[in-house]
């Protein structure tokens, strides 16, 4: 096998590993690797809800990649959901059709690039799940969790239910629990963990796998009720997560002005700080692990003088589980980088590039030089030119796929990538990145890896510029990716040339099929 197949196979390797990828990472179970946040609250311009996405302040606590306060608006939806429960880059929308019947959605998120904007997966609306019949137990909360969607309801029992896949599993908890007073299923807890309350008693019940063993059980762990705070006070309790080993508790003062924010654990008890409300408390969201916690309120002033209507707006609050500081109180601020200015730049570049060989091609059909194929080629057939097209292809869009998170089918039929703008986004990015990839490969090289593959390679064939340099690269590939059906189309000619070699001297070019010799028929 020659160096050359050989580099083409570890590409085709590579490319594939990079598509897979994102199946791979969804199916990995463990604790986040990046700790989302997601609230839900009205939409003040045109009604019904709005879920805002908070992405991670920091990733694995190592290296702040956003700042306090930064959230962008994932979805306007109709009505407000009952629960957003989350787990990693997944986000459930609950909603109560009725007193027992829940209705699920699912909303992903991805980043195609270091530093650019989250997008969400699926780009519009969300992928419905299948709904959860409770029967006569009542709605009681849902959290997220490495092992799915857990809904908890009370009826004359406490019960538990998982969607994992597409199936709805009643998960069996312990008998202590049949009877408790209080039962809250902690968000962001690995593994998946309850907390119950029953008398003074206080217990957390984490649901784990015991090592070398594939029986799942309950283990408990007394907590102690923080100093002050009496079995019928919990009914306060407004948000309950993991904060490290411990529990953190929000609870609501009886004024309803302040949120005192706990930390319970087996031997860790105390108040960590408290929350002063400007408005009512919509929305609590643990960050990074349970190193904060992000409080929506809405805030409603008077009417200003002359109006008729109070005013309504929303105030994003984070405070430090950790020092119990402060970190941010005003209005929901977006990212430094929005979708709409990613593809401004992005124009920006695109006409810039365009630019940059413009002359090249409008350059007057005169001034074309008849194409003198060098000694010892032949022009390359179409078929051959459209294989290597196609590798190429498959070698520009795989990787973007994999960088964007998008389904590549999605590159082969265009549509669904107009339909957004991040599909718009990554469409430019094939375009931008595959003129760039095919520029520098033939200049330097002569040929792409398709190309290589195919055994053909691009040559200048006009006398008065014996070598292609990068400019007249650099033209040809534009118009061989930003008008690829034209480009096409081209190879129909009598020379197999698009417009794209004509106007710029260049044709592929392939090395001749030798024909056998007759045989020698000597005089008998």
Request: aromatic share 8%.
């Amino acid at each position: 096998m020659g160096c050359r197949a050989s580099v083409i196979i570890v590409l085709f390797a590579a490319v594939t590993c990079m598509m897979l990828a994102p199946c791979v990472r969804a199916q990995t179970k463990g604790p986040p690797a990046e700790s989302h946040g997601w609230v839900s609250g009205f939409d003040l311009e045109r009604g019904g809800g709005v879920l805002l996405h908070l992405a991670p302040r920091s990733l694995l606590g190592e290296g702040v990649v956003g700042e306090a306060g930064q959230a962008w608006v994932a979805r306007v939806l109709a009505t407000t959901p009952r629960a957003v429960p989350d787990w990693d880059r997944r986000v459930y929308l609950v909603y109560s059709r009725d007193t027992h019947l829940l209705d699920v959605f699912a909303i992903d998120v991805v980043r195609p690039i270091p530093t650019g904007a989250w997008q969400t997966r699926p780009f519009s609306g969300a992928s419905a799940q299948p709904s959860l019949d409770m029967g006569d137990a009542e709605y009681s909360g849902a959290v997220g969790s490495a092992r799915g969607l857990l809904v908890l309801g009370r009826a004359e029992f406490w019960t538990l239910w998982r969607l994992a896949g597409r199936k709805w599993d009643r998960i069996e908890l312990p008998s202590v629990l049949a009877s408790a007073d209080h039962v809250w299923a902690v968000e962001d807890a690995d593994p998946p963990r309850l907390v119950a309350a029953i008398g003074s008693s206080l217990t957390a019940w984490d649901w784990d796998t015991p090592p070398g063993s594939d029986a799942e059980r309950w283990t408990p762990t007394e907590l102690t009720l923080p100093d002050g705070i009496e079995q019928t006070d919990l009914s306060s309790v407004t948000a309950v997560f993991a904060t490290g080993g411990d529990v953190g508790w929000a609870m609501d003062t009886p004024d309803r002005k302040q949120v005192v924010l706990y930390t319970v654990g087996p031997g860790l008890v105390g108040v960590v700080a408290t929350i002063e409300l400007d408005g009512t408390p919509i929305s609590f969201e643990p960050l990074d692990g349970g190193r904060r916690l992000a409080t929506l309120c809405e805030v409603v002033e008077p009417a200003a003088e002359g109006g008729t209507k109070p005013s309504r707006s929303l105030q994003l609050i984070e405070t430090s589980l950790v020092t119990g500081r402060e970190l941010y109180r005003g209005p929901p601020r977006s990212s430094a980088l929005s979708i709409h200015d990613g593809m401004r730049l992005l124009s920006l570049g695109m006409m810039a590039l365009s630019a940059c060989v413009l002359f090249y091609l409008l350059r007057p059909a005169s001034e074309i030089a008849a194409p003198v194929v060098p000694e010892g080629w032949v022009l390359a057939p179409p078929g051959r030119r459209i294989f290597a097209a196609v590798f190429d292809a498959w070698l520009v869009v795989g990787i973007v796929s994999a960088t964007f998170g998008i389904p590549f089918g999605d590159f082969v039929l265009i549509l669904p990538l107009l339909e957004s703008a991040p599909g718009v986004i990554a469409l430019a990015t094939v375009i931008v990145g595959g003129t760039v990839y095919g520029t520098t490969a033939e200049w330097m090289l002569g040929c792409t890896f398709g190309k290589a593959l195919a055994r053909i390679r691009v040559v200048s064939v006009d006398p008065a510029r014996p070598t292609l340099g990068l400019m007249r690269c650099g033209a040809r590939n534009v118009f061989r990716w930003a008008l690829a059906p034209w480009a096409l189309l081209g190879l129909n000619s009598p020379d197999f040339r698009h417009r794209g070699d004509v106007i710029t001297g260049a044709a592929v070019v392939t090395r001749p099929v030798e024909q056998p010799s007759p045989p020698d028929s000597g005089s008998g």
